[in-house]
């Protein structure tokens, strides 16, 4: 029998990839909460007020953590263009995102929202002219198999609220590959600072053509409760990440599809049909495909790196 020695190190990284995992969840279980919440207001306001009343706590809580952090001596870099265009992005993100929501079940939502790591995939491809191979190209068709399988377009195509959710996805994975330009001296908290400031003022921007409802503390509390698990969830995925192994951590992205069937039965008795179902473990697989073929690769150059190849 061979047996297997483990370093401290080797040890060190376990209990990371552990913690990150956890982290993880709790990252998907807070964006849940935060389209929970969405879906529950626009019910009762205008998109755009959503978008803005959020964003003011959203910025609120994320001013916050900067100064805690220090990083106010920083707020100049937040003034590059690339922040900026994140930020426009992802106010587009939003409004697709809740107008979406306003209309389709929590759990479709979320599993068309899940699509973007896998068209994300695609666009290195396309635009960035990375290698991908035959395989993880399989997994992209497989995952919009699932997606058609999720939305079911009938014959008189797919209706306005799937298109916003599809919208949201296929510019997320955009607004990523910004993201990735965006250099690493910029603080991730200034980025998002950037973006909750341009998207609330986007919002703003939207009360000039919907009338806006009266505020009642019910619904600041809810647009709150908004605001805290949106940045949460951000702040989390970033712990989630730190000192771990991406490829490990990162297939846990799609536990925000379980958790959204489960919202969406206990808020809303939403509970997808057998054809959803399918579709969104069609997307689930071909998530973790991709992922499973993106750590072999990088396991593959590291153990070339070592031998000096």
């Known amino acids: 029998m061979t047996t297997v020695a483990f370093t401290e190190a080797d040890l060190g990284r376990q209990r990371a990839n552990q913690r990150g995992i956890v982290l993880m969840i709790a990252a998907m279980a807070c964006f849940v909460v935060n389209d929970s919440v969405a879906k529950l207001a626009t019910a009762r306001m205008p998109v755009s007020e959503v ?13 916050a953590l900067i100064l805690a952090s220090g990083l106010q001596r920083h707020f100049r870099l937040i003034w590059q263009w690339r922040v900026a265009a994140r930020g426009g992005m992802e106010s587009v993100v939003a409004f697709a995102s809740i107008l979406g929501l306003s209309h389709v079940s929590l759990g479709i939502a979320t599993a068309i929202g899940q699509i973007a790591p896998i068209l994300l995939l695609a666009f290195s491809a396309l635009l960035l002219k ?7 190209w399989l997994a992209v068709f497989v995952c919009f198999a699932g997606v058609i399988l999720v939305a079911r ?3 008189e195509g797919l209706n306005l609220y799937v298109l916003a959710t599809l919208a949201c996805a296929v510019l997320a994975a955009l607004r990523d590959l910004v993201t990735h330009r965006i250099g690493a001296s910029v603080p991730t908290l200034l980025v998002t600072l ?3 400031t341009i998207v609330s003022l986007a919002g703003f921007a939207g009360s000039a053509v919907s009338e806006w409802q009266p505020l009642h503390l019910a619904d600041l509390s809810l647009l709150m409760l908004g605001g805290l698990s949106l940045v949460g969830g951000h702040a989390l995925v970033i712990a989630a990440y730190r000192g771990t192994d991406v490829s490990v951590v990162s297939p846990f992205r799609y536990s925000a599809i379980a958790l959204s069937v489960l919202a969406g039965l206990a808020v809303f008795g939403d509970l997808p049909d057998v054809w959803a179902g399918a579709g969104m473990i069609l997307i689930i697989l071909s998530g973790l495909y991709a992922a499973g073929r993106e750590m072999r690769r990088r396991r593959a150059i ?8």
């Open 194 to 196: 950037g973006t909750t």
């Open 153 to 155: 377009p009938s014959t």
């Open 51 to 63: 978008i803005a009343i959020r964003g003011v706590f959203a910025t609120a809580f994320v001013l």
């Open 130 to 136: 990375e290698k991908v191979d035959a395989r993880r």
């Open 302 to 309: 590291e153990a070339a790196l070592e031998k000096g190849v």
